[in-house]
C-alpha cells in the first residue's frame, strides 16, 4: 500500500490578488472562476483526484461565481474556509472580528456549495493564536494554515518590489508569507493544543531537512529557468517525504492552470509569463509523479487518518516569539 499524501487548492481570485497587491478596481471583485475552475475540475476528473478547494466568503457571496462553486461541490471535493475577506493580516485582528470573519465565510460558502466547512487556511498563512481559539470553538477539524518555510521573507521582499503600497498598507502586509520563525515549525501534522480545546494542524509540505517550498507554483516557477531540474527538485521533495516518512499535503493555485493569454491584469506574478497548456502539461507531470508514489486525499481525509495517531506531535501556540514545542 502506499503511503497517504493531501492536495488542496487555494480559490484565490483575481481581485484578492489585486487588493494584497494593492492595485485600483478590486473593489469591483473581477472574478477568473468562470474560466479557471471549468480547466480545474476538467483536470482533476482526467487525472481521477479529489481534493480541498479553500474557497473564499466574498466569493461565495456574489451571484456570478455561483455556477463555478456549485461545480466544485458537486464534483464531490472538499470544500474548506478561506476567510470571507482574504486579508493576509487576518493576525492582527481581534477575536471579534475574526469570529465574525469565520461566520460570515461560512455562511455563504455553505450557501453556495451545500457544504459545511471543517477545515480552515489563513489568507497569506496568516494565522494567530485567537484564530486557532475562534476554529475550535466553531467546531473545525483542521487548520491548515502554516508554511513552515524559511524563504516567507524573500518571497515577500521580491512582492514588494513589484508594488505601489504606501507605508500603512506595507505595515499590514509586513507578516505576508510569514517571518523567518516560521521555518522552525514542523512539517509534519500536529495538534494544537490550548486550554479550550484542541485542534489537528496539516501544515504546507516543505521539501524535508531543507525546508524549501515545495507546492506546486514554486516548482512551476523554477521551470521556467530549467524545467528538467525542477522536476529533479520535485522528486528529490518526493524522495526526502518517503525517507523521513512524512506524509505531504501540498497546494495547488488557480494561477497554476492560468497562463497569458487568460489575464493581463496579474503580470506581476512571475509564473504568468507561461501559456496555459504548457503549465498544464507540467502540473499533470508533477501530480503524476506525487501520485505514483502517494495516494492523494483530501485534507479532510488526511487529517481524520492522522487523528488516529496516538503519539501524534502536540504543540501549544505561540505567535512570535515562536512556539515551545512538547513531543
Ligand atoms: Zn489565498
Known amino acids: 500500500m502506499k503511503p497517504i499524501a493531501s492536495l488542496s487548492l487555494d480559490l484565490d481570485n483575481q481581485w484578492s490578488y489585486m487588493k494584497t497587491h494593492g492595485d485600483p478596481g478590486w473593489e469591483l471583485f473581477p472574478s477568473y472562476l468562470d474560466i479557471v475552475v471549468p480547466r480545474v475540475l476538467d483536470f482533476l476528473k482526467t487525472q481521477n483526484l479529489l481534493i480541498t478547494f479553500f474557497i473564499v466568503g466574498q466569493d461565495a457571496a456574489l451571484e456570478k461565481n455561483r455556477d463555478a462553486l456549485v461545480a466544485i461541490a458537486a464534483a464531490g471535493h472538499e470544500i474548506g474556509n478561506h476567510s470571507f475577506r482574504h486579508e493576509p493580516w487576518l493576525h492582527v485582528y481581534s477575536e ?123 516548482v512551476l516557477y523554477l521551470s521556467m529557468f530549467a524545467p528538467a531540474l525542477a522536476l529533479l527538485y520535485f522528486r528529490l521533495a518526493l524522495r526526502l517525504c518517503q525517507l523521513t516518512g512524512t506524509q505531504p499535503s501540498l497546494l495547488l493555485h488557480p494561477l497554476d492552470f492560468l497562463g497569458c493569454e487568460d489575464t493581463q491584469d496579474l503580470s506581476f506574478f512571475p509564473g504568468m509569463r507561461l501559456a496555459s497548456e504548457k503549465k498544464l502539461e507540467f502540473v499533470s507531470e508533477i501530480l503524476g509523479l506525487l501520485s505514483a508514489q502517494f495516494t492523494i486525499l483530501t485534507v479532510q481525509e488526511h487529517t481524520r487518518y492522522v487523528s488516529r495517531i496516538s503519539n501524534l506531535q502536540v504543540v501549544e501556540p505561540c505567535f512570535r516569539p515562536l512556539c515551545q514545542q512538547k513531543a
Open 96 to 218: 471579534q472580528q475574526i469570529e465574525a470573519e469565520l461566520a460570515k465565510a461560512e455562511e455563504h460558502i455553505e450557501r453556495a456549495t451545500g457544504q459545511n466547512p471543517i477545515g480552515f487556511r489563513g489568507p497569506g498563512f496568516s494565522l494567530s493564536q485567537q484564530v486557532l481559539r475562534a476554529l475550535v470553538r466553531r467546531g473545525y477539524l483542521y487548520d491548515a494554515s502554516t508554511f513552515p518555510t524559511f524563504l516567507g521573507p524573500v518571497a515577500r521582499a521580491y512582492y514588494f518590489m513589484t508594488t505601489n503600497l504606501n507605508p500603512e498598507e506595507m505595515r499590514k502586509r509586513n507578516a505576508l508569507f510569514g517571518s523567518l520563525g516560521e521555518g522552525l515549525r514542523p512539517i509534519r501534522p500536529y495538534r494544537w493544543r490550548m486550554d479550550t480545546g484542541a485542534i489537528i494542524e496539516i501544515p504546507v509540505t516543505t521539501m524535508p531537512i531543507f525546508k524549501v517550498p515545495i507546492h506546486v507554483s514554486y
